[in-house]
């Protein structure tokens, strides 16, 4: 309440990047104030763990946040005391980059939506690798999205997903390969059948020479057609990975009651919010009659409430993701949306 009736409106007189960043400032702050910390931790986490074993893992409970949020895990610490299951940091590259020129995240309020085309903007793989060293005895799981650099060409893509993997293989739990940006170009290009076939078994080739193997999903777009989830559906299927997390942003604009001016002033970017929520539950939908009950699915895209979070679950989730709805619900989406939940233990 706090949020939408108080903080929300102060920080949308702001850009959306710029109130992103002050809103983790203020609330990184808050929390080195005793008495704060403790109103927050009592306040924000729910008691209604509903735990999950999957791939391995123990998820405390089945919401997650999305890779985004936090791409370069300065905040991971913070984040775990509003009572998610599971943290994805990234997207991260091998080398540092600035991403794409600023303005480059903006809010589409009519629709509860947002565009962004920030371009894997973040500090490099070995920024987050120092910083996750220092989690110690962290009671989350911690996802690693991956990524590839915007000068990196296609051809040699597998390279830096290999490096990443490599830098993150003993700091994170998960990894979550992402090739369906639309805001690196020709990215999506790597989800087509032949080399995402190749990065794939690449990555599955050092995972499994490795001590620990660790969990591997991809990450998909919304805009795949029914052929290309087939396609991927059979890797999926014939390397036996472990899940698939769907969806991404969209290219789409259809729909929208924001001005269409308004959205072309924009220009391009990855649409995410509520205007998501239908394609995201038909992508979960597929890829489960695709998969089977085996491969683990995360749904994400357009989950602004619980109702939503159990519908994805219904639709064959396993696990959810949030991004868009804690910018206009707030820190207490994640509450809601364990209180809500109708899920098998």
Known sequence: ?????????VMFLFSAEKAHGLTMKLFSVALNIPLIRNLIKSN????????????????????????????????????????????????????PQEGNPKPRLFR??????????????????????????????????????????????NE????????????????????????????TP?????????????????LLEYNNSTAQPKPILLKIAPDLGEGQLRDIAEIVN????????????????????????EINSIGNGGLSGAPLTQRS???????????????VIIGVGGIMNGNDATKMLEAGADLVQVYSGLIYKGPGLVREILNELKVEN
């Open 238 to 261: 014939e390397l036996s990975l472990d899940g698939i997390i769907a969806t991404n942003t969209t290219i789409s604009r259809e729909g929208l009651k924001t001005n269409k001016s």
């Open 108 to 153: 589409l309020k009519k629709d509860k939506a947002v565009i962004n085309r920030m371009g894997f903007n973040n500090d490099g793989v070995e920024a987050l690798k120092k910083r996750l060293k220092e989690k110690g005895d962290f009671p989350l799981i911690i996802g690693g999205n991956i990524g590839k650099n915007k000068d990196t060409p």
């Open 186 to 202: 020709n990215l999506r290009e790597l989800q087509d059948k032949e080399p995402l076939r190749k990065i794939l078994l690449k």
């Open 1 to 9: 309440m706090f949020y939408r009736v108080f903080l929300r409106p």
């Open 281 to 295: 539950l038909e992508v979960v939908k597929t890829m489960r009659s695709l998969l089977g009950s085996d491969t």
């Open 44 to 95: 924000y986490k729910s008691k209604k763990g509903r735990p999950k074993q999957l791939m391995g893992l123990h998820f405390p409970n089945p919401v997650g946040l999305a890779a985004g949020f936090d791409k370069d895990g300065k905040y991971y610490k913070n984040l775990q005391h509003l009572g998610f299951g599971f943290l994805e940091l990234g997207t991260v590259t091998p080398r």
């Open 156 to 183: 040699n893509a597998v390279d830096d997903y290999l490096y990443c993997m490599r830098e993150l293989h003993d700091v994170v739990d998960y990894f979550t390969v992402n090739m369906s940006s639309p805001n």
